[in-house]
C-alpha cells in the first residue's frame, strides 16, 4: 500500500495539481454557498473542462469540486435558514438558530470542524475497506434496498418536531408528489394531467430550492409588513476565538460525530441514495438517542455536528461503490463516472491493478482537499459572518435572482422555475400552519427507493411478501425500522403523559 501512495504521491505532488485542487476546493465552496447552485452543478459545469486535461488532473478537479460543493451549502444553511445543497437541509434546523441567538461564527465553525472530520473518516474507509464494503454493497437487491428505505422512513418521526402527525402528514406529502410522472417499472404517466413538462416528474433541486429558499423569503416578506426595519442578524464576530468552540465541546460530541460519521459512510455507499437522505437520517438518529431532544432545533451545536459529519461522510462512501464496481452512488458520482469514462478509464475491481496511479491520486486527493477546504473555510470565517450585516430586505433580492437562474439552469427549462415558485408558496403555507418541511423532503428522496423495490421485489418473488424477510440483510432492516416505530411511539407516548402531569 504505501508503494501504491508513493505512486500516486509522485503523480500529484506538484504545484500545477495542488493548484487545481485549492481552485476546484474553492470553486465548489462557492457553488455549494449560492442557494440554487449545487456540487452536481459545479461538476456539471466543469466536466467538459476535463476533456483537455490529463487524466489525473481532469479527476482530481471533479473530486476536489465535490469535497468543496458539498461543505460549501453550511454557509447559507446557516446564515439564511437557506441550504446551499440538499445535503445541507438539515444543517438549517439548528444552524440558523444559532445564528439568531448571535452564535453564526461558532456554527460556522462547528460545520467547517465535522466537515472536515467527516470527508477524513470517509476517507480512511474508502481506502482500507473499499473492496471489503464492495462485496457487500453489491449484495443489496430489491428486498434490501425497499427495507433500508423503509427504516429511512422511520426516522421523520425524529424530524416531526412538536407533533408526529404533522411529521408524518409532510412526510407523506413528499411521497405522493414523488409520484408524479412516469412510473419507473411500466412506464404509465401518474398525475400528469396531460402535460407533458410533468412527465419527468419534478426535479429534488427545484423542490428543494422552493421549499426552504424561497418560502424563507416569503416568511421574511410577511414580517416586513409588521415591522419599521428589517435588521440583520448581530453578531460578535471580535469575540471569536479559533473556530468558536471549546475543547470540552469537541469532546462532548465524539459520540455523536462516531454516529453520524458512520450513517453517513454506509448511506453513501448505498447507489441511489446519498448525502441527500444522510444529513436528515443523521440529525434524526442523534435527535433519538440525545438526552435533551426538546433541545433540538433551538439552536444546538449537536444538530450541525450530526448533518455536517454525515453529508461529508458520504462522500466516500459514494466513491466506494463507484471505484471497486463501478456503479455510481449518486448523482455526483455519475458525473465522476462520465470523467473517468471520458478519459478511458473503466471503474470497478480491475482499475485497484490497472490504474494504481489514478486510484491512490483521488484519496491523496481527498486528504488534500479536506485540508485545503478546512483551511479556506477557517480564513473565510469572519467574511461569512460578516454577511450577516447586510440587511435582508438587501440580501434576500439577490438570494431569490440566484435561486431562479440555478433553477433554469439545471434542465434549461421554464417549468423547473415554476416548480421553485409552486414548492415555495406550499413550504410558505407549512410555515402558517407549523408543518416541519423537512420530513417532506425525505419522504420525496425515499418514497421512489422504496415503491420501486417493492415492485421489484414483488415480481421477483411473484407476489410473496414473505421473501422481504428471508433474505437476512432485507430482515434485519425491517426489524431495525420495527424498533425504530416501537420505540418512537413509546416516547412520544411517554412525552404527552410528562406534559399532561406538568399542565
Same mark, same amino acid.
Given at each position: 500500500?504505501?508503494?501504491?501512495?508513493?505512486?500516486?504521491?509522485?503523480?500529484?505532488?506538484?504545484?500545477?495539481?495542488?493548484?487545481?485542487?485549492?481552485?476546484?476546493?474553492?470553486?465548489?465552496?462557492?457553488? @455549494?454557498?449560492?442557494?440554487?447552485?449545487?456540487?452536481?452543478?459545479?461538476?456539471?459545469?466543469?466536466?467538459?473542462?476535463?476533456?483537455? +486535461?490529463?487524466?489525473? %488532473?481532469? $479527476?482530481?478537479?471533479?473530486?476536489?469540486?465535490?469535497?468543496?460543493?458539498?461543505?460549501?451549502?453550511?454557509?447559507?444553511?446557516?446564515?439564511?435558514?437557506?441550504?446551499?445543497?440538499?445535503?445541507?437541509?438539515?444543517? !438549517?434546523?439548528?444552524?440558523?438558530?444559532?445564528?439568531?441567538?448571535?452564535?453564526?461564527?461558532?456554527?460556522?465553525?462547528?460545520?467547517?470542524?465535522?466537515?472536515?472530520?467527516?470527508?477524513?473518516?470517509?476517507?480512511?474507509?474508502?481506502?482500507?475497506?473499499?473492496?471489503?464494503?464492495?462485496?457487500?454493497?453489491?449484495?443489496?437487491?430489491?428486498?434490501?434496498?425497499? %427495507?433500508?428505505?423503509?427504516?429511512?422512513?422511520?426516522?421523520?418521526?425524529?424530524?416531526?418536531?412538536?407533533?408526529?402527525?404533522?411529521?408524518?402528514?409532510?412526510?407523506?406529502?413528499? !411521497?405522493?408528489?414523488?409520484?408524479?410522472?412516469?412510473?419507473?417499472?411500466? %412506464?404509465?404517466?401518474?398525475?400528469?394531467?396531460?402535460?407533458?413538462?410533468?412527465?419527468?416528474?419534478?426535479?429534488?433541486?427545484?423542490?428543494?430550492?422552493?421549499?426552504?429558499?424561497?418560502?424563507?423569503?416569503?416568511?421574511?416578506?410577511?414580517?416586513?409588513?409588521?415591522?419599521?426595519?428589517?435588521?440583520?442578524?448581530?453578531?460578535?464576530?471580535?469575540?471569536?476565538?479559533?473556530?468558536?468552540?471549546?475543547?470540552?465541546?469537541?469532546?462532548?460530541?465524539?459520540?455523536?460525530?462516531?454516529?453520524?460519521?458512520?450513517?453517513?459512510?454506509?448511506?453513501?455507499?448505498?447507489? @441511489?441514495?446519498?448525502?441527500?437522505?444522510?444529513?436528515?437520517?443523521?440529525?434524526?438518529?442523534?435527535?433519538?438517542?440525545?438526552?435533551?431532544?426538546?433541545?433540538?432545533?433551538?439552536?444546538?451545536?449537536?444538530?450541525?455536528?450530526?448533518?455536517?459529519?454525515?453529508?461529508?461522510?458520504?462522500?466516500?462512501?459514494?466513491?466506494?461503490?463507484?471505484?471497486?464496481?463501478?456503479?455510481?452512488?449518486?448523482?455526483?458520482?455519475? +458525473?465522476?463516472?462520465?470523467?473517468?469514462?471520458?478519459?478511458?478509464?473503466?471503474?470497478?475491481?480491475?482499475?485497484?491493478?490497472?490504474?494504481?496511479?489514478?486510484?491512490?491520486? $483521488?484519496?491523496?486527493?481527498?486528504?488534500?482537499?479536506?485540508?485545503?477546504?478546512?483551511? $479556506?473555510?477557517?480564513?473565510?470565517?469572519?467574511?461569512?459572518?460578516?454577511?450577516?450585516?447586510?440587511?435582508?430586505?438587501?440580501?434576500?433580492?439577490?438570494?431569490?435572482?440566484?435561486?431562479?437562474?440555478?433553477?433554469?439552469?439545471?434542465?434549461?427549462?421554464?417549468?423547473?422555475?415554476?416548480?421553485?415558485?409552486?414548492?415555495?408558496?406550499?413550504?410558505?403555507?407549512?410555515?402558517?400552519?407549523?408543518?416541519?418541511?423537512?420530513?417532506?423532503?425525505?419522504?420525496?428522496?425515499?418514497?421512489?427507493?422504496?415503491?420501486?423495490?417493492?415492485?421489484?421485489?414483488?415480481?421477483?418473488?411473484?407476489?410473496?411478501?414473505?421473501?422481504?424477510?428471508?433474505?437476512?440483510?432485507?430482515?434485519?432492516?425491517?426489524?431495525?425500522?420495527?424498533?425504530?416505530?416501537?420505540?418512537?411511539?413509546?416516547?412520544?407516548?411517554?412525552?404527552?403523559?410528562?406534559?399532561?402531569?406538568?399542565?
Amino acid at each position: 500500500m504505501l508503494e501504491s501512495f508513493a505512486i500516486g504521491a509522485q503523480a500529484i505532488l506538484d504545484p500545477i495539481s495542488l493548484l487545481i485542487i485549492i481552485l476546484g476546493v474553492t470553486l465548489g465552496i462557492v457553488f @455549494g454557498a449560492i442557494p440554487g447552485l449545487s456540487a452536481t452543478m459545479a461538476l456539471a459545469l466543469f466536466l467538459p473542462i476535463t476533456y483537455r +486535461m490529463t487524466p489525473i %488532473s481532469g $479527476i482530481i478537479l471533479l473530486i476536489s469540486l465535490y469535497i468543496g460543493g458539498i461543505s460549501g451549502g453550511l454557509i447559507s444553511a446557516i446564515l439564511t435558514r437557506i441550504p446551499g445543497t440538499p445535503s445541507s437541509v438539515a444543517t !438549517c434546523f439548528d444552524g440558523y438558530p444559532m445564528t439568531a441567538k448571535g452564535e453564526g461564527p461558532k456554527a460556522l465553525g462547528v460545520g467547517i470542524v465535522y466537515s472536515f472530520i467527516g470527508t477524513i473518516m470517509s476517507t480512511i474507509v474508502l481506502i482500507f475497506l473499499a473492496p471489503w464494503l464492495a462485496k457487500i454493497a453489491i449484495k443489496f437487491g430489491a428486498y434490501e434496498y425497499f %427495507s433500508v428505505a423503509l427504516f429511512s422512513l422511520t426516522m421523520m418521526a425524529g424530524l416531526s418536531g412538536k407533533s408526529m402527525i404533522k411529521g408524518l402528514i409532510s412526510g407523506f406529502m413528499g !411521497c405522493i408528489f414523488a409520484t408524479i410522472g412516469m412510473d419507473s417499472i411500466g %412506464s404509465v404517466q401518474r398525475y400528469t394531467f396531460g402535460s407533458v413538462q410533468l412527465s419527468s416528474g419534478f426535479n429534488i433541486l427545484p423542490v428543494l430550492i422552493g421549499l426552504f429558499a424561497i418560502s424563507e423569503i416569503l416568511i421574511t416578506a410577511e414580517k416586513a409588513k409588521y415591522a419599521t426595519k428589517l435588521d440583520a442578524v448581530q453578531v460578535d464576530i471580535k469575540g471569536i476565538k479559533g473556530f468558536g468552540f471549546t475543547w470540552k465541546e469537541f469532546i462532548e460530541q465524539k459520540w455523536n460525530m462516531l454516529i453520524s460519521g458512520l450513517m453517513g459512510i454506509g448511506i453513501g455507499i448505498l447507489p @441511489g441514495i446519498g448525502g441527500g437522505v444522510a444529513n436528515v437520517m443523521a440529525y434524526g438518529a442523534v435527535k433519538n438517542r440525545s438526552k435533551y431532544p426538546e433541545k433540538f432545533g433551538t439552536g444546538i451545536i449537536d444538530g450541525v455536528v450530526a448533518t455536517e459529519t454525515s453529508n461529508n461522510a458520504a462522500i466516500g462512501g459514494a466513491l466506494v461503490p463507484l471505484l471497486a464496481l463501478g456503479i455510481p452512488g449518486d448523482t455526483v458520482t455519475a +458525473m465522476l463516472l462520465g470523467g473517468l469514462t471520458i478519459q478511458g478509464i473503466a471503474p470497478g475491481p480491475l482499475m485497484f491493478t490497472q490504474n494504481v496511479d489514478i486510484v491512490y491520486a $483521488i484519496f491523496l486527493t481527498m486528504i488534500i482537499g479536506a485540508f485545503s477546504m478546512l483551511f $479556506i473555510e477557517f480564513y473565510g470565517l469572519r467574511g461569512f459572518a460578516a454577511l450577516l450585516k447586510i440587511p435582508k430586505h438587501y440580501l434576500l433580492p439577490g438570494i431569490f435572482l440566484f435561486c431562479i437562474i440555478g433553477s433554469f439552469g439545471i434542465g434549461n427549462r421554464l417549468f423547473d422555475v415554476w416548480t421553485v415558485l409552486l414548492f415555495g408558496v406550499l413550504g410558505f403555507a407549512f410555515h402558517k400552519v407549523d408543518i416541519p418541511p423537512s420530513p417532506f423532503i425525505l419522504g420525496f428522496i425515499i418514497g421512489p427507493i422504496m415503491e420501486t423495490n417493492l415492485r421489484r421485489g414483488l415480481m421477483f418473488s411473484q407476489g410473496d411478501y414473505t421473501a422481504f424477510l428471508t433474505e437476512p440483510i432485507s430482515a434485519f432492516f425491517l426489524v431495525a425500522a420495527a424498533l425504530s416505530i416501537t420505540l418512537t411511539v413509546r416516547k412520544n407516548v411517554k412525552n404527552a403523559k410528562k406534559s399532561r402531569l406538568q399542565n
